[in-house]
């Protein structure tokens, strides 16, 4: 049953905002990684808050009316919301004017409201965990808990995997970064609406399908 929220966990991994601000407070000259790690957990924090709230509503659903009739209607709702959010984000340019301003003396509760601020205004990624309530709806405590865990992991990658290069590869690490930020910034809008458009495709043919 994990295997059917893969799509949306790698949907939620997609966030040039969120990778291009982690870049930029890692280039910061004071304490990048110490920064970057307290961003990291105000973005944790909002989406296991969100994920643990939508899990639960989902399953509450599912024990009180039919979960196959209206899991396919959430299928359509949402599939229709990923593709109008892949458009936009196709219309509205690059990441380069998107990222958050980061301060150079940023303090360490900025640098965690920064983090949960951008996490909660990250739409795309927030609505990757609908579908995904959806399929385990009806599942076991265990594999729903797992899928959580899994869903929050790889929303939290374009945060931590900057940081792990960083701390892993040193100098190297940050001549990758900024390679990967430039694309990024300059690329990040057209393979948001890509990914998100594929998947907001298949939401809403799982839904239209399964009526």
């Known amino acids: 049953m994990l295997l ?6 790698f949907g939620a991994a997609v966030s040039p905002l969120l990778l291009v601000t982690s870049i930029l407070i890692l280039s910061q000259p004071k304490r990048p990684k110490q920064q970057c790690f307290v961003f990291s957990l105000g973005a944790l924090a909002t989406i296991t808050t969100i994920a643990l709230l939508l899990f639960f509503v989902m399953h509450v659903r599912a024990q009180a009316s039919d979960p196959t009739m209206t899991a396919d209607i959430i299928h359509i709702v949402a599939g229709i919301a990923l593709l109008a959010l892949a458009a936009h984000s196709w219309h509205k340019g690059s990441a380069a004017n998107k990222s958050a ?3 150079d003396h940023a303090s360490y509760l900025k640098a965690f409201l920064l983090g949960a601020a951008l996490m909660l205004s990250n739409f795309t990624t927030i609505i990757m965990f609908i579908p995904a309530g959806v399929e385990l709806q009806t599942a076991g405590d265990a594999v729903r808990s797992a899928g959580l865990v899994l869903m929050v992991l790889f929303a939290m990658l374009p ?8 701390t892993a590869m ?7 970064l900024g390679a990967l930020s430039r694309f990024m910034a300059k690329h990040g809008h057209e393979v948001t609406a890509g990914f998100v458009g594929l998947i907001g495709l298949y939401v809403l043919l799982r839904g239209i399908l399964g009526l």
């Open 4 to 9: 059917q929220i893969m799509p949306y966990a």
């Open 170 to 176: 040193g100098k190297r690490g940050e001549k990758l």
């Open 159 to 166: 945060i931590w995997l900057p940081l792990l290069l960083l």
């Open 101 to 103: 301003r980061v301060s």
